[in-house]
């Protein structure tokens, strides 16, 4: 249950494991996390890169990646596969924030 980058191009390239329940991982070349080709890989990876290990997840790492995404993304098939990466992002991000409390 991986998420590439060229699972961002059309439906035929996808993982049905991760559409489901969300990726366990996300990896990709070098220039999908830092140009514009594919937008959700590279607010990941800015979201991660500003995130200054604040102890509220959600706050400073889950919300920002979400607006980023939301601001960048928007009209590519990449967002409409989003979800892949959302899901177990918001999932790891709640687990932490319980174990916190």
Not at 17 to 30: D, F, L, M, P, Q
Request: proline share 3%; net charge negative.
């Amino acid at each position: 249950w991986n998420f590439k980058n060229n699972f961002c191009q059309d439906e035929d390239n996808t993982c049905s494991v991760a559409e489901r329940g969300g990726a366990g991982a996300v990896h990709g070349i070098t220039s999908a996390f830092f140009n514009d080709v594919n937008p959700t890989f590279r607010a990941l990876y800015e979201s991660f890169l500003q995130y200054d290990f604040e102890p509220n997840l959600d706050k400073y790492l889950l919300q920002p990646y979400l607006q980023q995404l939301a601001e960048t993304a928007e009209g590519t098939f990449c967002l409409t596969k989003s979800h892949v990466i959302t899901t177990s992002l918001k999932s790891s991000v709640g687990r932490l924030m319980a174990q916190e409390n």
